[in-house]
């Protein structure tokens, strides 16, 4: 089965080109090996998870300044975070399983 996001681009051309990529469990372990094991990386922004959705333990930013969320749609509770390897996404200020949407902000 294939997974899917919902992505936008971003709105602010002027920014520098993002890269997150985000794991489903923590300290960057994809869970390969695992029937729904994954891991993906985007320069866009992500409005709902999908298939992702309420999964994500731990993340790498690798440009730009990020805003990661709760809940759908950019809200709920959220971080800001720029480049960095972060391997326990609670650790950061965000529940485990339960990252929805994020985005670049610079
Ligand atoms: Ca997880
Ligand atoms: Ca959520």
């Known amino acids: 089965m294939e997974k899917?996001?919902?992505?936008q681009p971003s709105k602010d051309k002027a920014l520098v080109v993002g890269d997150i990529e985000v794991?489903?469990?923590g300290s960057f372990n994809s869970g390969e090996g695992e029937e729904d094991g994954w891991h993906f990386r985007t320069s866009l922004n992500v409005i709902d998870m999908l298939d992702f959705n309420d999964e994500a333990s731990s993340f790498v930013i690798y440009a730009g300044t990020w805003e990661l969320f709760e809940d759908v749609g950019?809200?709920?509770k959220s971080i800001t975070r720029g480049p960095g390897r972060y391997g326990d996404i609670q650790a950061e200020g965000i529940?485990?399983?339960s990252?929805?949407?994020f985005r670049q902000i610079a």
């Open 99 to 101: 990252l929805s949407s």
């Open 23 to 25: 794991f489903e469990h």
């Open 74 to 76: 950019y809200a709920g």
């Open 4 to 7: 899917i996001l919902k992505t």
């Open 95 to 97: 529940a485990n399983d």
